[in-house]
T-cell receptor, first 110, second 112 residues
């Protein structure tokens, strides 16, 4: 298995634009997480899916953030409209017994 | 909810020395404790874990210890090498939950 695959690896966008981050979890993993990592706040859990169903989205900072998991092999995190303070590295992780992380998407909003 | 404290935030050692990173957790129902290593530009990678029915676990140069009574667990790296330089995260997972709560991370620097 290639592990958790995230795209794009880097994204630079202008304030106000819509940003979509993508994740392909490891096949057979039934849990998927989106995390945001910044120097100030460390690793923050944004949302957690179990069997494609959002279970806990209390970490989603604002209504500008939304996440979907239409099937077991794909998830998206969307920010609309984006703001400079959204600049961070966004990680997707999937878990069966242990959690495995993707390489992350470095988002820069200018 | 669970709260995980991790110390130190930075740790600088000479090659060959040992390094110890400590974490405490608040939820006595937590029963699974993984450790992750994050190298520059990469995602965190699981390096070792321990479950609450075990007090210590070793894998070559790394070991983890768990004290359930005191609610703390530690990562020990012996004979450190420059390639051990990275940010290390501890995490705790409550029984019946799938959600890891992470510590803030420790930046380990191993000087050649």
């Amino acid at each position: 298995d290639a592990g958790v695959i995230q795209s794009p690896r880097h994204e630079v966008t202008e304030m106000g634009q819509e940003v979509t981050l993508r994740c392909k979890p490891i096949s057979g993993h039934n849990s998927l997480f989106w995390y945001r990592q910044t120097m100030m706040r460390g690793l923050e859990l944004l949302i957690y899916f179990n069997n494609n169903v959002p279970i806990d989205d209390s970490g989603m900072p604002e209504d500008r953030f939304s996440a979907k998991m239409p099937n077991a092999s794909f998830s998206t995190l969307k920010i609309q409209p984006s703001e400079p303070r959204d600049s961070a590295v966004y990680f997707c992780a999937s878990r069966n017994t242990e959690a495995f992380f993707g390489q992350g998407t470095r988002l820069t909003v200018v | 909810g669970e709260n995980v404290e991790q110390h130190p935030s930075t740790l600088s050692v000479q090659e060959g020395d040992s390094a110890v990173i400590k974490c405490t957790y608040s939820d006595s129902a937590s029963n699974y404790f993984p450790w992750y290593k994050q190298e520059l530009g990469k995602g965190p990678q699981l390096i070792i874990d321990i479950r609450s029915n075990v007090g210590e676990k070793k894998d070559q140069r790394i070991a983890v210890t768990l004290n359930k009574t005191a609610k703390h667990f530690s990562l020990h790296i012996t004979e450190t090498q420059p390639e051990d330089s990275a940010v290390y995260f501890c995490a705790a997972i409550r029984g019946g939950s799938y959600i890891p709560t992470f510590g803030r991370g420790t930046s380990l620097i191993v000087h050649p």
